[in-house]
């Protein structure tokens, strides 16, 4: 279930989450229930993806889609999103409406609207940028004095995620290019693809760093080292790899946006 649900990115947007709300004040109580409700909503997306990629994955022959291989019903799945759905309804509530709002219709719906037709367009990168963008205001909306987080945790939210974007498609390029999808990545090719994605990643650690006020703390530019080697290993390394470094290089950023 937890592959269907696409478990390593869910998992690593919950831990970002959960960092953020440790950082961002909240209450114990606001802290696990946004959490778990953006860990819900992302189980909303993963399910929901692979059950509408089905027919594609199999014509495709993915062996890392349990769905796909037959090694889980449909029907556990369909129902698994919809307890996930109402779960996430209900955990989003939990933390005030402006924070269940940014959730369910930016973070959450942005994965959905990828999932059903933007994900085949040369806007493929727009929910990325949408979802990752606003998960620190889920976050700092649900805090005891909500409002939007600051510009710079924005833009490097939203950098960070359509570089990931552009590298988790790599793999699936000749895939995804037989069933019709041509997303972003598929329009400018691997090779710029694999650039920008470096790019705008190194972009988000800068963000990071330069976006508080005050003077970076040392760390912070060790930090920042390592995130231009985890960079320069987005675009020598292949298979999922890169994603991995990017999901690296995002856990990096959160330390770096939440220490200051
Ligand atoms: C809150 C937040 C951070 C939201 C994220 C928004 C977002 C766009 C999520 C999409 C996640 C997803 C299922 C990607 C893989 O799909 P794929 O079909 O491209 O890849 P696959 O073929 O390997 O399944």
Redesign the pocket.
């Known amino acids: 279930m937890l592959t269907a649900a ?1 478990g390593g ?2 998992l690593a ?1 919950t831990v ?1 989450t959960a960092l953020l709300a440790l950082r961002g004040g909240l209450q114990p109580f606001h802290a696990i229930a946004v959490t778990a409700a ?1 860990f819900t ?2 189980l909303t ?2 399910w ?3 059950l509408l ?1 089905l027919a ?2 199999r014509a495709v022959g ?1 062996a ?2 349990p769905l796909a291989v037959g090694s889980l019903p449909a029907g556990w799945v369909a129902r698994a999103l919809a307890v996930a759905a109402v779960s996430c309804f209900v955990l989003s509530a939990l933390v005030g409406w402006r924070s269940a709002l940014v ?1 369910i219709v930016l ?2 719906g ?2 959905h ?3 059903h037709g ?2 085949a367009t040369r806007w ?1 990168w727009a ?2 940028a ?3 963008g ?2 620190p205001s ?1 976050v700092t909306l649900a805090g005891p004095a909500p409002g939007w987080a600051p510009w710079w945790m924005t833009g490097a ?1 939203a950098a960070l ?1 359509v570089g990931a ?1 552009l590298l ?2 790599l ?2 390029l000749a ?2 290019e037989r069933t019709g ?1 041509r ?1 972003l990545p598929h329009r400018i090719g691997e090779h710029r693809s694999r650039v920008l994605a470096a790019v705008l990643l190194t972009a988000a650690s800068v963000l990071a760093v330069a976006g508080p006020a005050g003077s970076p703390p040392a760390w912070t530019w060790m930090a920042l080292a390592l995130v231009a080697v985890l960079a320069v290993l987005t675009l020598c390394a292949r298979g999922r790899a890169p994603f991995r470094a990017a999901v690296t290089i995002a856990l990096l950023d959160v330390a770096l946006l939440t220490a200051g």
């Open positions: 696409h990115p869910a947007v970002i953006v909503g992302q997306i993963g929901g993806n692979d990629d594609r994955d993915r890392d889609k959730n973070a959450t942005a994965g609207a990828y999932n933007l994900k493929s929910p990325y949408c979802g990752f606003t998960l889920v939210g995620g974007h988790n498609v793999p699936d895939d995804d999808v997303g």
